[in-house]
């Protein structure tokens, strides 16, 4: 029987570290019983064979797994040929269980009557799946990227994508509409293609919907276009490297996706009030 660990998402889950693992042959994953986190594998290359309390599991690529923390983790067998994955380690405050069918959790935040607008969200995850890693290493890529960075910045798009992440790994309840499965979905195609042309005919042939399908469900869960959530995602992710880099603004302009720097320019001056010239002035790198 497949298990399903369910989590609490009052408060959110929080991403800690993660990394990118190699074992050539003849090695052994470490044993570990005391570890407080949440472990997510994303098996690149070769075999996993990892165990936890007893039960034994042969991870290929394409898999993802869920360590539980406070658990015993261990190889039960030897490393046979490389291999590779990436690991997160994640802290949960809030309540969480293991079982063969999903739960909901009950926040550890007590929310008064008169928030109704505040749902009592329950992450659910298979343990033991297989994903279409395609979208979803480009995503673990970034994450590592920005949590190497060290700084506020770099913590706080950690954060971000790593709740990108966990999206794309949960287990859709047959609650969770269709719509806003979609929304998720193009949600994550704009986020890893965002240095991309990406046109209405793009999301027509990946999405096999038409665009005013497709924009209409994405607006009833972002409350905004694609092409909006797209522009503002260009425009912070230059605020960043702004911040961040040394490169020119014409650079900066054609890696977040825009071909003409006066536009990106331009539309840097209505979300920030400043061009980015005078952006990068006033914000000390």
Sequence with gaps: MPKFISISCLPLPTFVQGGYAIFDEGEKHPDRNNLQYFVLFTIVKGSLYIAEDGTNYTLKPGDTFLLLPQHHHYSWKKIDQRTEYYWIHFSVLGSWTEDEQPHQMAPNIAIPK??????????????????????????????????????????????????????????????????????????????????????????????HLHPNSITRKFEAEFYMTP???????????????????????????????????????????????????????????
């Design 114 to 207: 008169q928030h109704y607008f505040t749902p009592a969200v329950t992450l659910v995850i298979k343990k033991w799946q297989q994903v279409d890693t395609a979208p979803l290493i480009p995503l673990i890529d970034r994450l590592l990227k920005y949590s190497s960075e060290q700084n506020s910045v770099g913590f706080w798009q950690s954060q971000q994508l790593f709740i990108d992440i966990i999206q794309f790994v949960q287990y859709a309840l047959p609650s969770v509409s269709s719509t806003e499965q979609l929304g998720n979905r193009v949600k994550s195609y704009l986020i890893n293609h965002f240095s991309e042309p990406v046109t209405n005919q793009v999301l027509q042939e990946r999405f």
């Design 227 to 285: 092409k909006q959530y797209l522009n503002n995602y260009r425009l912070m992710e230059g605020a960043r490297r702004l911040r961040t880099t040394g490169q020119s603004v014409a650079k900066i302009a054609e890696e977040v996706g825009y071909q003409n720097v006066y536009y990106f320019s331009k539309q840097f001056k209505k979300k920030f009030n400043c061009s980015p010239s005078e952006y990068r002035q006033q914000t000390p790198q």
